[in-house]
Structures are given as structure tokens and as C-alpha cells.
């Protein structure tokens, strides 16, 4: 008998290692920051001893960093890092949608994700847009049902939205690739799968050369 999401409910641990890599995806927390034991502790309602779980399983994913006598940081990624992200992203995402069904669940995942990139583009709300283009991206992923590449992708989320939080300018980032997710959707819909994953490959070349950019000009 398959096993579904219910009938292996989380842990608290996990819960919490969920909830605080969701923020790392919608960029609540942003590169270099200190994490306070205790606000945490108390925003999540959870004792410190829970949370130093979620801070050991996020280390070891390389999302969080401890520093002895310094406290628990969220992780700065480096060049190699981006680079190898983008690649990842490439054979994930194309792959997934070059043998995308038109009418599959996530299609209306991803509409909906653009919907609300729209909505915070016209109320100039950047971080908003990132989030909805983190949420058009996992859509995509959800092409392949596969729960393992999911999960992988979750962190993915996260170490990608860390590479982005290296740039200041967040419309700058995230303006062009409204347009471009518009793209893609509508190829998809229209039943080009193989030119969306076309089109997605060129945006990502695009993405990580911005990314690398603002890290390049970061060491300056």
C-alpha cells in the first residue's frame, strides 16, 4: 500500500525545519543575518531546544551557518554555489517541463503564480514578485510527480532565494522574468512543452548571469 503525506505526519522538528525554510524561500530572512534563539523561540512558540534541531537539520543543508561563540547565521552562498543552484534548476526544471502534460494540476499552479506576480508587480511589492516567481518555479517542478524531487526543490527554494538576497535591487531582479514566466506558461498551455523548456533554458542563463553579476560586484 502507498504511503501518502498523512500517513507520515511531521514532527514538530520538521515542522518547525519547514516553517523557518519557508522563510528562507519568501526572503524573511535574508543573507548574513543573526538568528536570535530566543525571538524565534517565542514567534514560533516552541522551545530552544526544538529550534536548535530545525538550526541542525538547515546547517547541515547548508542554508543556516554556526559560528562557536558567535550564534547560528543565515548562510552567504558563494560562486561555486550559484553556479552549481543554476544547474540543478536547469536539469530539473527543463526536463520537467519538456514532458509536461498541458493540462496537469501544476498548470494552474503556475497561472495562479503569475496572477499574483502581477498583482504585486502593480503595487510595486518586489519581494512579493520573487515570492510568486519561487512559487511559479516549484509549480514547474510538480510537472514531474515526484514527491522526492519536491522535497529537493524545497530546499533548492531556499538556497536560490539566498543567492538573490545578495542583490539590493529586487525590481531589478524580478521585473524582467514576469514577462518571461508569461512566456513559458503560455507555450505550455498551448502545448509546446519542448519550446517552453527552450525558452526556460535561455531565462535561466539569464538569471545566473545577473546572480553572478551582483556576487562578482558583492567582492569588490
Avoid at 524561500?25 to 517565542?42: F, H, I, N
Avoid at 505550455?188 to 545566473?208: F, I, K, N, T
Wanted: overall charge neutral.
Amino acid at each position: 500500500m502507498t504511503k501518502t503525506a498523512a500517513d507520515n505526519p511531521r514532527t514538530l522538528g520538521e515542522t518547525v525545519t519547514a516553517e523557518i525554510r519557508r522563510k528562507l524561500v519568501d526572503g524573511e530572512l535574508v543573507p548574513g543575518q543573526r538568528l536570535s534563539e530566543a525571538a524565534l523561540s517565542e514567534s514560533l512558540n516552541i522551545s530552544r531546544n526544538t529550534l536548535r534541531e530545525a538550526f541542525r537539520v538547515l546547517t547541515q543543508e547548508g542554508l543556516l551557518k554556526h559560528e562557536p561563540n558567535r550564534g547560528v547565521f543565515v548562510s552567504v552562498p558563494d560562486m561555486a554555489s550559484i553556479i552549481d543552484i543554476y544547474r540543478v534548476r536547469r536539469f530539473i526544471e527543463c526536463q520537467a517541463l519538456a514532458q509536461a502534460y498541458p493540462k496537469h494540476p501544476a498548470v494552474k499552479r503556475m497561472a495562479s503564480a503569475m496572477a499574483s506576480a502581477r498583482q504585486c508587480r502593480e503595487a510595486s511589492d518586489w519581494s512579493g514578485v520573487g515570492t510568486a516567481n519561487m512559487a511559479f518555479h516549484a509549480a514547474i517542478v510538480e510537472l514531474a510527480d515526484s514527491e522526492r524531487l519536491n522535497t529537493f526543490y524545497a530546499q533548492l527554494s531556499a538556497e536560490l532565494r539566498l543567492a538573490f538576497g545578495l542583490l539590493n535591487d529586487a525590481e531589478f531582479l524580478h521585473s524582467p522574468y514576469i514577462d518571461l514566466n508569461a512566456n513559458i506558461l503560455e507555450l505550455l498551455e498551448a502545448g509546446r512543452p519542448d519550446e517552453a523548456s527552450r525558452a526556460l533554458d535561455a531565462y535561466l542563463v539569464q538569471s545566473e548571469r545577473t546572480v553572478l553579476a551582483a556576487y562578482a560586484r558583492r567582492l569588490r
